[in-house]
């Protein structure tokens, strides 16, 4: 049975902005300390471009931090950002990479070309 994007029951935050659904945002569990003002949190999404257009995650915002910055596995920035395929979904989780509040989450550096 294959899940339809618009009814995923993934814990974390669901959105959806456009065509571009966001499911199962959320943020990395504090190792040994809860998290500190000041510190940098790793955030995770993913997100499925519903139309028949590729799109860009050129950016990304929150109420909870100063900043968010999107950066590849290596901490750099994606001035492009991260490629959206059309009627595809691109998993923004460990081994891959998004950063909110200079935070660093790591994504394929696939989803960037």
Do not use: F
Not at 63 to 90: C, K, M, Q, T, Y
């Amino acid at each position: 049975m294959t899940a339809s994007p618009c009814r995923w029951d993934a814990p974390g935050q669901n959105a959806r902005v456009g065509d571009i659904m966001i499911r199962y945002a959320h943020v990395a569990e504090p190792q040994g300390r809860p998290w500190q003002p000041g510190d940098d949190v790793a955030a995770y999404v993913w997100l499925y471009n519903k139309s028949g257009e590729a799109d860009r995650l050129v950016g990304a915002g929150t109420p909870n931090g100063a900043s968010v910055d999107i950066v590849d596995s290596g901490g750099e920035p994606l001035a492009e950002g991260v490629r959206l395929p059309a009627n595809e979904l691109v998993e923004l989780e460990p081994a891959r990479l998004i950063s909110c509040c200079g935070t660093c989450a790591r994504w394929s550096e696939a989803a960037t070309s």
